[in-house]
C-alpha cells in the first residue's frame, strides 16, 4: 500500500480503525513533497512543523474516537490564495512575497475544525490570473505526466500535487476554469462549485463576483466530502446561501438511468484536438450504457462567453487590486519617494508581473467614464444572456456535458508570449462562473499521453446529481486511478 495515493475515503478508513497515524500518512507525504516536488514544482511553501503538529492533534480526536470527521488526519495543500494565519500568503506574486496574514480564509477555519492537515501553499498564476501556471512570480509548474507540459492554470500547483501523491486533496479556487481547467491537464477531479455555496472570506479577490473556492481530489467521491466540509453559509460573506450543505456523499450510489444530459453542440469547437474528442465520445457512450438520455442542446451566446469574461474579469481584478498599495499588505518600494503617490507607483510597478498589469490597464480602461457604457455595461447585459442559455437548457435536461478543454496541456512556453491564445484556451470554461452555476471536471482518457477532461455543468446548487453522474461513471472507469510515472 503506498500511502500517498491514497484518496480522502482510503485515507479515512484506515486512520478510523487505526491501520495507520495521521503523524506517518503526514510524514510519507512530506518525504513524497521532499523527494519529488523539484521536478514538479507545485509548492511555494511547504508546512512541515505544522503539519506534523496538526497531526498529532488529529491522532489524538483519533484515539478518542470523538468528533471524528471524513477528513481528520488527512493531508491536503491550499492554494496560495487563500489567507493562513501565520503562513505566508503570496498569490504568487511578488507584491506579496513576505505578506502574511493575521487571520484564517473560512475555508481554512473549517478545514481546521475538520481536522485536516495542511501540508503547505500552491503554486498558481500571479492573482489568478493565467491558464498555465506560467505566471506565477516564483516558478513554473510541471505537468506530472509529462514535465515540458503546462499543468494549467491557475489553481496549477494545486493539481499537480494531488496528481503528484503530494497530498490527498486540495483547495483551488475558479474564477473562470482555475479548479477544472489544471484538474484537468493533470488528471484529477476538480469542482467548481455554485458562486455562493463555499465562502470567500480571506480569499484574496480577483473578480469578486465570479470567485468560487473548490476542491481538486482523486475521484468524485473525495470532491464530495470536501466540499461538504467547505460549503455553507458564513456571516462574512453575505453572498454565501443560506440553504442547508446537503450531505452529498452519502447519497452519491444512485443509478442515473434516465437522467438527462445535454451536449451543448457549441462546446464541441471546430479545431478541438482529435484525441480529446474521441475521449468525449466514449465517455458520452459510457453514460449512455449506464442508463443517461444523452440529448443535443443549444447555448446560442458561448461565442460571447470569452469577451464578456475578459472584460468584466478584469473590471473587477483592476479595482480589487487597488489595494496593493504599498502601504497596507506586502511589499513597499520607497527608496528615493517624494510623495506616497511615489511609494504607490514604485510598488506596483515593481511588485506586479505583467499579465497583472496588463489586466489593470483593460480594465480601468472597460471602467472609464468614456468606455463605460460600450464595454462595461455591454459586458453586463451579454452576462445575463449567458445565464439564460443555461436556465433554457436546463428545462429540458439535469445536467450538461462539455469538454473542460479543447485540448490537453500544451507545452511550457508554447502560449506564454501571446496573451490572446491563452484567453482562448479557456473557452469551455469561462460561461459557467458569469452564469454562477456548479462544474466538475473529470478525468475520461488520454490524448497524447496526456489526461482529458469530461465537464459537467449542473443547476445552480446541484452539485449533488454532478457527483452522483461522476461517481457512476467512475465506478465504471478507472481514468482518474490511473498514476503518472514519475
Ligand atoms: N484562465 C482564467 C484567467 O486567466 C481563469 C482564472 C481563474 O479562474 N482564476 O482569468
Same mark, same amino acid.
Given at each position: 500500500?503506498?500511502?500517498?495515493?491514497? !484518496?480522502?475515503?482510503? %485515507? &479515512?478508513?484506515?486512520?478510523?480503525?487505526?491501520?495507520?497515524?495521521? =503523524?506517518? @500518512?503526514?510524514? %510519507?507525504?512530506?518525504?513524497?513533497?521532499?523527494?519529488?516536488?523539484?521536478?514538479?514544482?507545485?509548492?511555494?511553501?511547504?508546512?512541515?512543523? @505544522?503539519? @506534523?503538529?496538526?497531526?498529532?492533534?488529529?491522532?489524538?480526536?483519533?484515539?478518542?474516537?470523538?468528533?471524528? !470527521?471524513?477528513?481528520?488526519?488527512?493531508?491536503?495543500?491550499?492554494?496560495?490564495?487563500?489567507?493562513?494565519?501565520?503562513?505566508?500568503?503570496?498569490?504568487?506574486?511578488?507584491?506579496?512575497?513576505?505578506?502574511?496574514?493575521?487571520?484564517?480564509?473560512?475555508?481554512?477555519?473549517?478545514?481546521?475544525?475538520?481536522?485536516a492537515v495542511l501540508l503547505g501553499k500552491t503554486n498558481m498564476d500571479e492573482f489568478g490570473m493565467g491558464s498555465s501556471c506560467e505566471n506565477s512570480a516564483f516558478f513554473n509548474t510541471h505537468n506530472p505526466w509529462n514535465l515540458n507540459h503546462v499543468a494549467g492554470?491557475?489553481?496549477?500547483?494545486?493539481?499537480?500535487?494531488?496528481?503528484?501523491? #503530494?497530498?490527498?486533496?486540495?483547495?483551488?479556487?475558479?474564477?473562470?476554469?482555475s479548479v477544472r481547467m489544471p484538474a484537468a491537464f493533470c488528471g484529477v477531479t476538480g469542482l467548481k462549485p455554485t458562486y455562493g455555496r463555499v465562502s470567500r472570506y480571506g480569499v484574496i479577490s480577483?473578480?469578486?463576483s465570479f470567485d468560487c473556492v473548490g476542491p481538486l481530489a482523486r475521484n468524485a467521491y473525495d470532491c464530495a466530502l470536501v466540499l461538504e466540509a467547505i460549503a455553507g453559509h458564513d456571516s462574512h460573506d453575505s453572498t454565501t446561501y443560506q440553504e442547508k450543505v446537503p450531505q452529498y456523499a452519502a447519497n452519491l450510489n444512485k443509478s442515473i438511468e434516465k437522467m438527462r444530459i445535454g451536449i451543448p453542440k457549441e462546446y464541441f469547437v471546430a479545431g478541438m484536438d482529435a484525441g480529446v474528442e474521441s475521449a468525449l465520445q466514449e465517455a458520452i457512450r459510457q453514460l449512455e450504457k449506464l442508463g443517461a438520455e444523452i440529448r443535443?442542446?443549444?447555448?446560442? &451566446?458561448?461565442?460571447?462567453?470569452?469577451?464578456? /469574461? /475578459?472584460?468584466?474579469? =478584469?473590471?473587477?481584478?483592476?479595482?480589487?487590486? %487597488?489595494?496593493?498599495?504599498? #502601504?497596507r499588505f506586502g511589499m513597499s518600494v520607497s527608496k528615493n519617494a517624494q510623495d506616497s503617490l511615489d511609494i504607490y507607483l514604485q510598488t506596483r510597478r515593481d511588485g506586479f508581473g505583467d499579465e497583472v498589469k496588463r489586466r489593470i490597464m483593460l480594465g480601468a480602461y472597460a471602467l472609464s467614464a468614456g468606455y463605460y457604457d460600450a464595454y462595461y455595461l455591454k459586458a453586463q447585459k451579454t452576462r445575463t444572456l449567458l445565464r439564460r442559455d443555461f436556465e433554457t437548457a436546463f428545462a429540458s435536461c439535469d445536467i450538461l456535458l462539455a469538454p473542460?478543454?479543447?485540448?490537453?496541456?500544451?507545452?511550457?512556453?508554447?502560449?506564454?508570449?501571446?496573451?490572446? %491564445? #491563452? /484567453?482562448?484556451?479557456d473557452v469551455c470554461t469561462v460561461s459557467t462562473n458569469p452564469a454562477g452555476v456548479p462544474a466538475l471536471t473529470v478525468p475520461c482518457g488520454f490524448s497524447n499521453n496526456l489526461p482529458v477532461g469530461m465537464q459537467l455543468i449542473g443547476k445552480h446548487l446541484d452539485e449533488q446529481t454532478l457527483f452522483q453522474v461522476a461517481h457512476a461513471y467512475q465506478q465504471e472507469t478507472d481514468w482518474h486511478e490511473r498514476l503518472p510515472s514519475l
Open positions: 500500500m503506498e500511502l500517498t495515493n491514497l !484518496t480522502v475515503r482510503e %485515507a &479515512h478508513e484506515l486512520l478510523k480503525i487505526k491501520k495507520i497515524s495521521s =503523524v506517518e @500518512l503526514t510524514q %510519507a507525504t512530506l518525504n513524497r513533497i521532499r523527494d519529488t516536488d523539484s521536478k514538479i514544482k507545485s509548492y511555494i511553501t511547504v508546512t512541515d512543523e @505544522l503539519a @506534523l503538529q496538526q497531526a498529532r492533534r488529529a491522532d489524538e480526536r483519533l484515539a478518542k474516537g470523538e468528533n471524528i !470527521t471524513p477528513l481528520t488526519g488527512v493531508p491536503y495543500s491550499l492554494k496560495d490564495s487563500l489567507s493562513t494565519r501565520s503562513v505566508r500568503t503570496t498569490c504568487a506574486s511578488k507584491i506579496l512575497e513576505d505578506y502574511v496574514p493575521q487571520y484564517n480564509a473560512t475555508v481554512v477555519d473549517k478545514l481546521n475544525d475538520a481536522g492554470g491557475s489553481s496549477g500547483g494545486a493539481a499537480a500535487a494531488v496528481a503528484a501523491g #503530494m497530498g490527498a486533496f486540495s483547495i483551488g479556487e475558479d474564477t473562470g476554469g480577483l473578480a469578486s443535443e442542446v443549444s447555448l446560442p &451566446h458561448t461565442q460571447y462567453g470569452l469577451p464578456v /469574461y /475578459y472584460l468584466l474579469q =478584469v473590471a473587477e481584478a483592476s479595482s480589487n487590486l %487597488a489595494r496593493f498599495d504599498g #502601504m473542460t478543454s479543447p485540448m490537453p496541456a500544451f507545452k511550457l512556453g508554447e502560449k506564454i508570449n501571446d496573451p490572446l %491564445a #491563452m /484567453y482562448l484556451s
